[in-house]
Nanobody, 127 residues
Framework: VQLQASGGGLVQVGGSLRLSCAAS?????????MAWFRQAPGKDREFVAA????????DSIEAVKGRFTISRDKAKNTVYLQMNSLQPEDTAVYYC????????????????????WGQGTQVTVSS
């Protein structure tokens, strides 16, 4: 199984980026989930957003609601994170994560719920 994340870069405040994460060698069950986490310098890694593979239900943290959108393309086994109105506090290394089986709703934000992780892609927002 491999998760390949891409799409990071340097952007000015208010700009946009779209991150992609392609999952290979992974088959999702109906409860499977893909998610994005991020780790800012000197901080712990935190949950950003997740999507259920089957129904497409999503969840995200308050800090990104209205600005970030997570989506998935089942045919391509790829999850996206569209990030708009980027702010300096969004600067971090972004990681995609996946679990092929069920994650109960209350555990979606936990790092330990995910079996597979991508290599991370750097997002830098300059003011």
């Amino acid at each position: 199984v491999q998760l390949q994340a891409s799409g990071g870069g340097l952007v000015q405040v208010g700009g946009s980026l779209r991150l992609s994460c392609a999952a290979s060698g992974l088959t999702f069950s109906s409860g499977g989930t893909m998610a994005w986490f991020r780790q800012a310098p000197g901080k712990d890694r935190e949950f950003v957003a997740a999507t259920r593979w089957s129904g497409g239900n999503t969840d995200s943290i308050e800090a990104v609601k209205g600005r970030f959108t997570i989506s998935r393309d089942k045919a391509k086994n790829t999850v996206y994170l569209q990030m708009n109105s980027l702010q300096p506090e969004d600067t971090a290394v972004y990681y995609c994560a996946a679990r092929s089986g069920l994650i109960i709703s209350s555990h979606v934000k936990r790092e330990s719920s995910y079996d597979y992780w991508g290599q991370g892609t750097q997002v830098t927002v300059s003011s």
